[in-house]
């Protein structure tokens, strides 16, 4: 993929605590350019005093770990983050005025329906997707990040609270530098 490290290691370690918006849960993003075994680097000791024992990861996903398989493939950008919500003419609650706008809206709304089925549950590269809202629509300091180091939903062996997605942003520059420390880590939930 485009400006994506051609090989390495990425590794994400979180606690997953709530946190207030733009605040400072603890996290950190590794990546080793040359791996010389396959072997996960050990959780960091600050992360590890905060984790909870969670439910969220299946048995097999606590203990042995879960292989994810990526196939290339091209996704359109969706209603449901920005900037493409703005051309979202669904916009929660609205009533249909007129038969026409009846028919904009419910195809629409099939039309959104059938590109987030063709996202898959995991993935990288591509456009976030959030259960809430995009916080670069809301923070203008996020509004850079365009770039999706990894997307993570749900599926039979992940479940992240109540249907909860997980977003690891950088920015384009950010990415060509290598500098994943500058990465956003977002996650939110019903």
């Known amino acids: 993929m485009e400006g994506f490290p051609k090989r390495g ?23 080793d350019a040359d791996p010389h075994t396959d072997e996960l680097i050990a959780i960091p000791d600050e992360i590890q005093k905060t984790t909870r024992k969670t439910k969220d990861f299946s048995e097999t996903a606590r203990q042995v ?9 091209m996704a359109l950008g969706n209603p449901y983050n920005w900037p493409f919500e703005e051309s979202d003419p669904s916009m929660e609650n609205r009533l249909p005025e007129s038969e026409e706008v009846a028919a904009i809206l419910e195809g629409w709304e099939k039309r959104s329906e059938r590109i987030l089925a063709g996202y898959g549950d995991h ?41 909860g997605l997980l977003n690891l942003m950088i920015s384009r520059d950010a990415l060509s530098k290598r500098d994943f420390q500058s990465a956003y880590l977002t996650w939110d939930c019903y």
């Not at 770990?65 to 493939?73: A, C, K, M, Q, R």
């Not at 365009?146 to 249907?163: K, M, P, Q, S, Y």
Request: glycine share 10%; net charge negative; hydrophobic share 40%.
């Open 123 to 163: 993935w990288v590269g591509g456009h976030p997707s959030f259960v809430q809202y995009d916080v670069r629509s809301e923070y203008s300091a996020c509004r850079y990040l365009d770039r999706v180091l990894f997307h993570l939903g749900c599926d039979n062996e992940i479940n992240l609270g109540d249907a």
């Open 9 to 31: 290691v990425l590794q994400i370690f979180s606690s997953f605590e709530l946190v207030d918006v733009m605040g400072g849960c603890e996290r950190v993003v590794r990546w």
């Open 65 to 73: 770990g879960l292989p994810l398989v990526f196939e290339t493939d």
